[in-house]
């Protein structure tokens, strides 16, 4: 049944069919009708209902103007097309129908929004977003690998309004089919980026498998944060520290190029972004008992790597430590206060020495896993 807004409507309608189209010849009259309807998929004018003329957005006049090039219509044809729909919005909004006129000609060539553009295929998106999605891809197929702002990134769409997760992971959807790879990447690190926060983007072309989210591959990831952070905590992160970092990502099993690739990377970015350890918590605690005495184990291998375990350092294992339940005195037990810097010998030499080593756990966890 109808509502009385649509019963008014449909009379304003045809106050447009019989007094405003009346002043046109028969023909446009007739190829403005067919354009209206065809718009809005309708038989007769009078069919058109207010939710319809009232849903229609700038963002959806301009995907439509830009639809019909891509269809192969002339731009005079599609000119024609939404002229007809702009006189049409103009009538009702001089009757107070509608607030907006999506198909005003100064509207309609330049606004939209990457919200809407991310549910089409890029092929539909307009030249002109294509163009500049286009200089981005050439930018990073030149330079292989490119530290960006991810304000800067931005730029390179049109504006983006609604930055939930769900449309971010749209958007890392959309970095793919353009073969880009992004650092950190939200699905698996479950990071999304300040503004003004620099990020890694590169090639995707010379990678055939993709990185697929897994239980080694979030392993690894977490290790490899954790390991960071400890090298991090004295404030400086020497040669050898980043080299056993990286060598660790070689050795990983059950991962392909791309993922070891991406974990390169992401190493790159931990090492250039102040620490936080607020995002650790729950990947921690969920961890059963032997990748936890993995982790602690790496945690003081990643903390010698430069001969010198430093109080920062010591003070961060304990924290780690006690989010994973584990008991702090267990690490002291295996830190050799030879190693530790002067000022700070907290350790026991009562080192137990059928201790299996931090190469024997990492062996057993990664056979484990694998």
Known sequence: MEN??????????????????????????KAYIKYINDFFQTENLEDITLSQVSSVSLSDAQIYHDNLLKKGFQEVSVNHRTIALSY???????????????????????????DSLLKLQIS???????NKIQELKKLVI????????????LRYFPDWKNKSKKKYVLFLDLLDNLNIGLEPDFRFTGIIPGVSDD????????????????PAYAFASLNLKLGAMVSKADGIVVEKEIILLKNQIKRWPGLNALEKKRLELY??????????????????????????????????????ADGIIRPEEIKLMEKLY????????????????????????????NIEKNNPTAVELLDFLLDYIG
């Open 142 to 153: 030149n330079e292989e690998e490119v530290k960006i702002g991810f304000w800067s990134l």
């Open 267 to 304: 190493l790159d970015w931990i090492l250039s972004m102040p620490m936080d350890n607020k995002s650790i918590n729950k990947g921690v605690r969920l961890l059963n008992i032997d990748e936890k005495n993995v982790i602690a184990d790496w945690l003081i291998k990643v903390s010698l």
């Open 322 to 349: 006690s989010i994973m339940n584990l008991d702090t005195k267990e690490l002291l037990q295996n830190i050799d206060e030879d190693n530790v810097e002067p000022i700070t010998k907290k350790t026991n030499k």
């Open 88 to 114: 049409f919005y103009d009538f009702l909004l001089e009757k107070n129908v509608t607030n907006m006129n999506p198909f005003s000609k100064s509207q309609v060539l330049k606004n939209y929004t990457l």
């Open 4 to 29: 009385n807004k649509d019963i008014k409507l449909k009379i304003l309608l045809n106050a447009f069919n019989n007094e405003f189209l009346a002043t046109r010849s028969n023909t446009t009259k």
């Open 124 to 130: 539909m998106w307009p030249d002109h977003s294509i």
């Open 199 to 214: 990020v890694i983007l590169f090639s995707l072309d010379n990678y055939e498998e993709k990185a697929a989210y897994s």
